[in-house]
């Protein structure tokens, strides 16, 4: 499978922990990123790189929640101290700019997040 | 203020018609829109874009209309197949007229395709 793999597809957690999800792009994509799911919503945006460097982050990006694409292949989301309103789907997608200049995201599976 | 909005939260739509669905935008930076298809427990998937320098792109079964004076987009299924049933997500992009790649999505129409 050469798709966006995400690990691990469901995390429970107790408040207050923390948490960290990985996200393994599409192998030639040079672009990578994070979306937030809650339910009866679309995804939200969070963060993007483009290969290692952090282009663009959503002011939903709290000071508890950090990624990293160390060497522009995977990426990893890490949540500080666990909230209840962190309960959510944590979606990774990854994109490639294409001939006609326009570009395609892809996502993965996501990660469910649930936070007691 | 939402700028991508999916004013039908479902659809219902008998198997072998055809299923439209609707989507508005307010922001008119917005140059390219997708359209994505979600099962329940998975990620979307990619369907069909459209730049707006065009009013209208097929693929098989799925066709994309925008309407730009009306900041409007439709995707059109024919004919709808149960497999079809999901919840679809317009999203549109800014890309890099304002520096930004990200998608904003809106809230998704369910559709329910009965055989």
């Known amino acids: 499978d050469t798709g966006v793999s995400q690990n691990p597809r469901h995390k429970i957690t107790k408040r207050g922990q923390n948490v960290t999800f990985r996200c393994d792009p599409i192998?030639?994509?040079?672009?990578l990123y994070w979306y937030r799911q809650t339910l009866g919503q679309g995804p939200e945006f969070l963060t993007y790189?483009?290969?290692?460097?952090?282009?663009?982050k959503s002011r939903l990006l709290s000071d508890r929640f950090s990624a990293e694409r160390p060497k522009g292949s995977f990426s990893t989301l890490e949540i500080q101290r666990t909230e209840q309103g962190d309960s959510a789907m944590y979606l990774c997608?990854?994109?490639?700019?294409?001939?006609?200049?326009?570009?395609?995201?892809?996502f993965g599976p996501g990660t469910r997040l649930l936070v007691l | 203020d939402q700028q991508v909005k999916q004013n039908s939260p479902s659809l219902s739509v008998q198997e072998g018609r055809i299923s439209i669905l609707n989507c508005d935008y307010t922001?008119?930076?917005?140059?390219?829109f997708l359209w994505y298809k979600k099962y329940p427990a998975e990620g979307p998937t990619f369907l069909i874009s459209?730049?707006?320098?065009?009013d209208k792109n097929e693929d098989g079964r799925f066709t994309v209309f925008l309407n730009k004076s009306a900041k409007h987009l439709s995707l059109h299924i024919v004919p709808s197949q149960p497999g079809d049933s999901a919840v679809y997500f317009c999203?549109?992009?800014?890309?890099?007229?304002?520096?930004?790649?990200?998608?904003?999505f809106g809230k998704g129409t369910k559709l329910s395709v009965i055989p």
């Open positions: 459209i730049s707006s320098i065009k």
């Open positions: 997608a990854s994109s490639f700019i294409g001939t006609d200049s326009q570009e395609t995201q892809y």
């Open positions: 790189f483009q290969n290692e460097a952090q282009l663009e």
């Open positions: 999203a549109a992009a800014t890309g890099e007229r304002a520096g930004s790649y990200q998608l904003t």
């Open positions: 922001n008119s930076m917005f140059d390219y």
């Open positions: 192998s030639e994509h040079n672009r």
